[in-house]
Structures are given as structure tokens and as C-alpha cells.
């Protein structure tokens, strides 16, 4: 593992428990193996060493436990009573090990965070219209363009483009390189992670009359993007802007690498989307959807709240209701996907001859 | 809908649509509603205020303009007539509403252009061999290396990168973030959006013999990539050099996000190609044809003139005439889609089981 | 194709394949055609010009040998003796003229890299904590963290991000627009190209309980991405780091552009994958692995050595053993293809009833 805090930044086990659990979740500290040790990091339980803390939340996993170096692990309790005692690190009993984890890992994550140089660096182009609120750090060479707004507590990391009034919440976090083009919006406590491009034009585009030769006549992208609070973004992921309405991107929305949303896409609340989806132009899509990686959405389709996307698959139709879809072929071996492949071209001609054979048995 | 245009800017609707009709296309304006409108901007049907144009041009959206604010509508003659008269706003008779819509557009966002800062930003890196010439904008932090060429009018936009070599045509438009390699040549009038890298390394490696573990010698990538006039690249789309001979991109062509354009391919004059596509290498890709989104192109392709590819479609083979061509999985509820989804591996023993007993009925 | 080599440049066809010729691959010159040519480029049989060195790899363009104006041909001793003498231009006769073809491309390359600026951009934004060993070159605004080290001879190109605590090796390039994330390890004798981005957050969401409304719990990403040597990662490719153990990329191994590697994928030496390809969280892939583009792996799978997996294939489970493996739709005209796979959903039906009439025949 990374270190996370040096000798003299490690936490009392107790302390960092304390100081982590913003969500107030139930636990207590089962201190079987001496006194209370002081925690430096955070390890899967493969891996986690004497100043570590670890957690079990998958099942599968639990023989791990007999080998783990950690100074202490985050248990269920009837995972715990299972066990066979004293255990050789403190245990910290608690219905939810892993949200636990995930307290504990955005604790070091915005411990990092806290360390990193603030302020603007003297490298970044700030237009004098632009609006910087407070405690906001810009690192070296970042541009913000006119009449943009920075919200208190956001930081953007370096090299960043932040076009003419687009608008930033507060306390987000920008990591390098990322670009917002004009009068994008984005809300508070975002991430938005390296490469993400977001109000890019809309693909779109009139057939010419009168030019055989198919040329085409733009249409210009003169909507916006308006993306909610505590919304990812992931690395390379794109929002187009709209046509002439919005793109929206709710609250509480998840998007991984190399997503692509077309304009006037619309995304309900705490939707999770996983990377290298492709979601084409005004499709609409509900709250609290999952779509699985490289799925693809045609355009100009509805998708319901909960409804739950399988990876690869190709959704070229409204979904009415909940549920889950899929639409993947089944991988084989090569030659034998060749052989069955090849009867995919005469699948209606043999529904055709079993038709055929059943009228004639039933002479 | 954004503010396009400040109250002061307003024009007189006859004004805006002669200037915004660049194309000459016949229209004529219907005034029913009171004085004159002054215009500031372009909207939908259902979204455009009383200060804004919009267009009918979807005949599925025929109910909408009962409750449309717009100052204006433009319509097409035969539509105009069948609607119930006096109308609450003015009316653009246009047999091309679409593109007269197309053309408004285009006018609201070159109105933005210019409007935007001009000319270098201190803070570019500009070698001393490149060429810049006349009426060139260049934003903060961009470097224009050695003997690269910029043509009059163009407008790059804030940390671009344009490599050694590299030649861009006149009044063409790079937003902030965009890389060109070495060598790279860009046509006028194109617009490649932030993110796009033209000129990277085609992916080319040569077993190595006596090299028992597998290593690869690399195929050092030494073509170019040639861009038409009036090309379109969206955010993210990566086009790679040619290994020897160039990737080619033909006049007109339109590219979408997140495209992948392999090295050698070349690509038709105004062949359009929608986000998240794939092109392996070599292949040659016709005229007007269209690429739906997330489909995948094998290489060393030959695809013809005039070629619709359905999206999702994943092209194995050479398509020697035009038409439509399509491959994908229907997506289904989860368990259905399992259920059938088992039968695919085989299909081939239900036809020879097929065959069977036809023969037997036979005899 | 491109000027490589002034005329004052120009290199005796002898001096420049002794100087390429690092494999000490076997060859013989065969000069039947004057005095020994000056070479100042290498060009594929039909391009090259007569100062250019083209080779012959592939049987089925041996009809392009009798117009080839190169200067000299790389040719396999068997295919050379077959061709009718004199020939008009110098035979190179070597055993693996594909790569001695790769060995001379990459000395025009070198030739090229040789030629740019070297040392630190005075643009550059350098940490005083960062270590950066000798001979290294950095280009305009890039901008390199605390803490990070960069080993002798790296090259990095403009507008850069370097992260805190990030290790590169020596001898790597890496080209304009790269983003490195804090603590990602690159080694020696990388190639990464624009808009690559490594090290963001892998995609980790915990439902939080008690919360209705289906928000996600970010899992803060602590682990780091491991790069080996010798790799080389495409243009807008993304590589995220672990959640708590890291993401390994083993030596050797070779990634297209536009991929998508989840945190903790491990991928084993010398494995090359093709552009687009999404690999889900913790899964590895094996040695010498290929990967056509557009595939795309399931989470949590384990992938053997020696496995080559179809351009578009959709891997959902694990392979255990080495050979080729395919999953695609093939493609057919549009109202085929709509015909056919109207049957996909009846698929298990159809085996049903063909089961039906056997048994009934058997009676």
C-alpha cells in the first residue's frame, strides 16, 4: 500500500474511527490484541501491514482473515462471532463494514487533499470579469476565461480550461487537464476527473439542399450543460452541450471513463453509469439506473427509474419499466462461434422448414 | 435557453434572417402578431421565449405550436397553411425550415465568435520558424512549435498543443485542449473540438524473433495525417499518423466524439460518422456514407460509396455497394434474453437436427 | 511521404542499415542497379520515391516490386531469387525484412527525436521538491508535482501534468497532454501518447444505507498504477488506479488508444491490446495476450497466457487455457439481418418444438 500518513501524522485507532465516521454509523472497537495501535493507512486484508486498517464485506472472502497482518479489521458482527478467538488485531464491529470502508478511505483521500499546495498559482490565466470565491485554489497555467464563477472551497488542479460563464459550485474538485467549455454549469461537491470535456457542440448536422455531392450545414450547439451537485466525472468522459435545450446531468449522477453523452441527453438522480457508454442524442434516462461498461443507447428514447443496463448490451428501444436488460452475444471458442454464427443469416428460413415439418405431422 | 444576444444587440427579425441567410434560400415573412419583433435568440418550440426565433421542422411536433412563445416561427408553406389563422406570432414561410434553422444558428454562435478575445495571448509559446498568418487568434499557454503553419482567420483556443510541422488551414476553429502531432495538416473551415489528437503513433508492432517471451519492436509511425477542408472532429476523437503512407480524411467529413481512426484509413468526402466508433487500420471508407454510433470497422476494409451503417455494428468484411447494413443483438429482459441466449451455441446441431428430420419426413 | 532526411542528410544505403541494424539482424546487399543510392526516407513499395528505402513483408504486393522507384528493397532471399534480374533498384536480402522494415523506422525516428529542443522549457512549472535526473527534456507549461522524479533521458512533451510523488523511468517519452496522477510509477522506456491519462479514480460506489433516494458513497481510491517497461500506452487511453491494491501493467505490454483499464486489472508481459477495448475492475489478463478492438471484459475474470480474444468480443467469464475466442453478430443487409433476428427471441422455443417433432417421430 501507498503511504498514506507519515510516523508522526498516524491517528489512534479510536481517533480516526471517530474522525471518519461522518455518516454516524453504529460500531464498537474490540480491542483483543494489546494496546490500541496507531493507523497510518487503509489495506485490503491481502495486504494491509501492522499500521493498517483492513474490513471484510464480501463473504467469499473470509479465509483471508486467518493471515491478515492488519492492526485492525472492520467486521460484522455475526462475521466476528464466527470467528475463532482472541484474533491477533483489533476488530471493529459494524453492520455496514463497507460503507465504513468508504468513510475511512475518503477520510485519507480528503487528508491528502488537504495537504496540496492552495491557492491560484501565479501561472493561471484569470479573465479580471471572472468571479473567484473564497479558499478556492487554480494550479499553474490554468485558464479562466470571462465572466466564469468559481465557487467557494473548489480546486482545480493544472492546466485546466475554464470557458467564458461557465459556472462552478462549491467545494468541487477538478482534477488536471480538464476542459468546461462556455456557459457549462456545474454544481457542488463534483469531481471531475482528467480529460472529461464537457459542453463540447452536439453532433449535428442538416443535408444541404441543392449540393449533390452531400455536404452538410451545421447545425450550431447553442444549448448548455447543466450538471447537478455531487456528480463524477470520469477521465476522458465527454457531455456534449445541447442543441438548443439543455443536457442535464442529475444530482447524485455517477459517470466513469470515456462516457459518451450526447446533447440534450437528460440523466436522473444517483443513475451510476460504468465506463465507455455511449448514450446517444436526447435519449432521457431515469433516476437510479445502473448500465453496465460499453453499453450503448440509441437516441431519442425514455429508460425508466431502477432500470439496470447489462454491460455490451445495445438499447435501441424505450424501456417502460424496471428491470434488467441485456443484449450481449455469448463469447466461444472461435471455431465454434463460427459454426453457430454462420446459421444466424438463416434463422427465419429455419423457423420457416420447423413450421413446415410441424403443419406436415400434423396431416 | 442562454442568453445569445444582450437586449442593445437585439435585431429586427427581417435584419437577422438576411443576414443569417447565407445559403440564399427563398423565404418569406408573414406578419400577423404586431410590429416587428426584435430578436435575441434561437429556441425551441416548447422552450423559446417571447425575444426568440424557433422552426417547425418535425412534423411529430405539429401540436407544440399551439402553446410556442417565440417572437417567430418558421414553417414550411404547407404546414403554414393547414394552421388555424391569426397565429400569436410571426411566421418565416421557408420550404427548408431545417436549414434555415441551420443557418440561424450559425449565425447566433459566429456572433459569439466574434465577439470572444483576439489575437495572441502572451502566455503562447510560439516557435520562431511557425507561420502565423494575418487576423490569427491564439489562447493562453498554447504552443505552436517549430515550422508549423497557421492560416489566416483561424481561432485556437487556450492549451493546445500544435506540433512541429504541423499546417492548419484559414478560418478554421480548435477549442482549448486540442493536439496535433508533428506533421499534421488541417484544411480551412474545419472546427476540431478539445480533446482530439490527430497524429499520434499508429498502433504497429513486429514480433521480434528469437525472442521467446513475446517482446514487440515497435513500427516507428513516420506517415502523416492529411484533414480536408471543412471537417468537423469531436471531443476526444483520436485520428493516428499513417505507418508510411498517411491517414487521409476527406473534405466535408464529420466526425463525432470519442472516434478511434486507425493508421491509413482513409475516410470519403462528407461521409459522417457518429461518437464512439472504431476504424482499424488500412481501411478505406467511401463518400456520404454514415457511421452510427459505437459501430466497429475491421481493417484493411474496402466500404463503399453511399454505405449506412446501423450503430452497434460491428463490420467484418468488405461492403462493395451501398445500402444499409446492420448487426446487432437485440437487447430483452434479462432472463429472456438467457434463456435464448443458451441456443446460440447450438444453433448449428438444431439445423443438421433439422435437417434430419426433414430427410426422414421425406422418405 | 515526409521529408525524413535533408539532401544534406542523406545517408549511403550501407551506412544507414548498418547504423539501423541493432537486432544484428543477418543481411546481404545486392547492388545491381549503379552506385551505391543516398537515403533520406523509407516509403512503402508503391510511394517511395528514389531516395527512399522500401522493404517487401507481405507475398500479396510482390506485383508491386516491377513499379517500385525505390532506391533499394528489402527483400526474403526466396523471393528475391524468383524475381526476374537486374532489378532496377539495390536488394537488401535478409530473412525478416518486416523487422529490419521496424528497426529502420525506428532509426528515422530517433533521427526526428534527436532534432528537437532539449532541456527544461522555461515554462515549465517544476516543483524544487521533484527529482529530475540528467539529460531529461520538458516542454512548455508542463508541470511536474512535489515530490515526483523523472529519470535520466525521459522526454516530456508541452502541457503536461506530472502528479505529487509520481516516478518516471529513463529513456520514456511521453508526448504532449499527458496526465499522470499522484504516485503512478511509468518505467523506463515508455511511449505514452496525448491525452493518456493514469492513475484517476477506478469507479467504486457504496450504496449508503438509510438513504432512500439510492445515493452512492464515493470509495476513495488509495492505490496507485504500477507501469513496467518497454510499454506503450495510445492516445486518450485511461488507466485507473486501485482502489486499495494497485493496477499493474506488466512489461512490454503494448495498449492501443482510447482503452479503458479499470482499477486493479493486472496485465500480464508483452500482451497487446487494440484501440477501444474496455477491461472491467480487477480482472487479469495473462501474457502474450491479444485483444482485437472494441472487446470488452467483464469484471473479476481471470484471462490465461497466450489467449487472443476477436476484435468486438464481449468476455464475461473467465478463459482458462490459451487459443482464440470470439462473440460478434455478423453483420448482413439491414432488412436480413431485421428478418433474422426477429428469431433471437424464440430461439429456446424453436429448440423446444424441434424437440417435440423428434420425439413424435420416434414413436
Known sequence: MPVLLTTDQALPLSDLLQAANTA???????????????????GSLRHAGPHEISFLSNQ?????????QAAAVILAPDVYQKLEQ?????????????????????????HRLANLPSGIHPSATIDE???????????????IEAYARVGAGTRIGANCVIGREATIGQNSLLYAQVTLYHQVSIGSRCIIH?????????????????HPDGAWAKIAQLGRVLVGDDVEVGANTT?????????????????DNQIMVA???????????????????????????????????????????????????AITSTITGPGRY???????????????????SQLAGLRRRLRALERSGNT
Not at 467469499?60 to 491478515?68: E, S
Not at 463494514?97 to 477520510?107: D, G, K, M, S, T
Not at 478556492?136 to 497555467?141: A, E, L, R
Not at 457531455?239 to 459517470?255: H, M, Q
Request: glycine letters at 12%; a negative charge.
Open 86 to 110: 482472541p484474533l491477533p488485531y483489533y476488530v471493529v464491529s459494524c453492520s455496514h463494514p463497507y460503507v465504513f470502508y468508504a468513510l475511512l478511505a475518503q477520510w485519507f483521500d480528503q
Open 239 to 255: 457531455i456534449d452541450r445541447g442543441a438548443l435545450d439543455n443536457t442535464e446531468i442529475g444530482n447524485g449522477v455517477k459517470l
Open 24 to 42: 454516524g454509523l453504529a460500531y464498537e472497537v474490540i480491542s483483543t490484541a494489546g494496546p490500541e495501535p496507531l493507523i497510518r493507512g487503509l
Open 60 to 68: 467469499r472472502l473470509v479465509d483471508q482473515l486467518q493471515h491478515c
Open 129 to 143: 470579469t471572472a468571479v473567484i470565491e473564497s479558499g478556492v485554489s487554480i494550479g499553474p497555467n490554468t485558464v
Open 263 to 313: 446533447h440534450n441527453v437528460h440523466i436522473g438522480e444517483h443513475t451510476a453509469i460504468a465506463a465507455c457508454v455511449g448514450i446517444a442524442g436526447s435519449t432521457h434516462i431515469g433516476r437510479r439506473c445502473t448500465i453496465g461498461g460499453a453499453a450503448m443507447l440509441s437516441g431519442h428514447l425514455s429508460i425508466a427509474d431502477d432500470v439496470d443496463i447489462s454491460g455490451g448490451t
Open 326 to 344: 441485456t443484449g450481449v452475444y455469448p463469447f466461444a471458442e472461435h471455431t465454434d462461434w463460427q459454426r453457430n454464427a454462420a446459421v444466424l
Open 194 to 210: 482528467s480529460g472529461a470535456i464537457i459542453g463540447a457542440d452536439g453532433f449535428g448536422f442538416a443535408p444541404q439542399p441543392n
